[in-house]
């Protein structure tokens, strides 16, 4: 009997663990299934996300390559977006006046150059606002609706601006510059490049400018030779003259609303 017993217990102890045995190994053997399955998967999904993409690119090139181009064409304004401001705007007459002033004045660092600056963009703001009302409508809002090219678009907005350095150009800085570049005498305006005419123009707006600064200097300079006469009369001649005209000057542009003057006479000077 306890040969029995033992045997028994024996084998009752054996098929226990063999349960145990397979019970541990079946959930590793599910993982490993799982784990087999789920890179399949993975790659069956990102192989169906590919395609979808090759298929949009290749459903849709016109409008991605329409894109790109805007892209690149808005990053290349913005890279000579300052030098069109000086070359082709009213920006370079207004900036030369003020600084003329400030020297005129006396003062070399009052009002600062940022404040000078910030007053010229918007004055060009206000003289260019027709020109820019003009090339929005006319340029860029049918190029940004698809309506126009990009070499229509640049047609459509150099127009205006042509149009508006012409005003102001002398013909006499036209002729230098064609005989500078050695081109052949154009029949009209039409055939003047921009290459001719935005130089003449530049010397147009510096020759403005600089006749509107000599008109701004001469009260100035007169204020100065009063001053200077009157120390050299009282024998004041340790005195420097500049110690005494620069209030007066001041106090003289105050009074009759300096400011405010060559502004207007800026504005008025474009046609």
């Not at 005494?244 to 502004?263: H, N, Q, T």
Request: contains cysteine; neutral net charge.
């Amino acid at each position: 009997m306890n040969l029995n017993f033992s045997r028994g217990a024996f084998l009752g102890r054996w098929i226990l663990a063999c349960v145990m045995l397979l019970t541990m190994l079946l959930p590793t053997g599910s993982v490993q299934a799982q784990a087999t399955t789920a890179p399949r998967t993975n790659m069956a999904a990102r192989d169906a996300a590919s395609a979808t993409a090759q298929s949009d690119k290749t459903s849709t090139p016109s409008t991605e390559t329409a894109q790109a181009l805007r892209v690149v064409l808005g990053l290349t304004v913005l890279a000579i977006l300052p030098a069109l401001l000086v070359c082709v705007t009213s920006f370079l007459r207004i900036i030369v006046v003020l600084s003329m002033l400030r020297q005129a004045i006396g003062m070399n660092e009052t009002p600062p150059n940022t404040v000078l600056i910030g007053l010229a963009l918007f004055m060009t703001l206000f003289t260019m606002s027709p020109v820019l009302e003009r090339l929005n409508k006319d340029a860029f809002q049918p190029f940004m609706a698809g309506q126009l090219s990009m070499e229509q678009g640049y047609a459509q907005g150099v127009a205006p601006l042509r149009d508006f350095m012409v005003r102001q150009t002398r013909e006499p800085d036209l002729a230098l510059m064609v005989e500078l570049s050695k081109a052949p005498i154009p029949k009209s305006m039409e055939d003047i490049s921009n290459v001719q005419l935005i130089p003449a123009f530049m010397l147009s707006e510096l020759r403005s400018a600089f006749q509107i600064g000599f008109v701004i200097f001469l009260p100035f300079l007169l204020i100065d030779l009063i001053v200077s006469s009157v120390l050299m009369a009282l024998g004041m001649m340790m005195m420097p003259p500049t110690t005494i005209a620069l209030p007066l000057k001041i106090l003289m542009f105050i009074l009759v609303d300096g400011w405010s003057l060559v502004l207007k006479a800026l504005v008025g000077s474009f046609h």
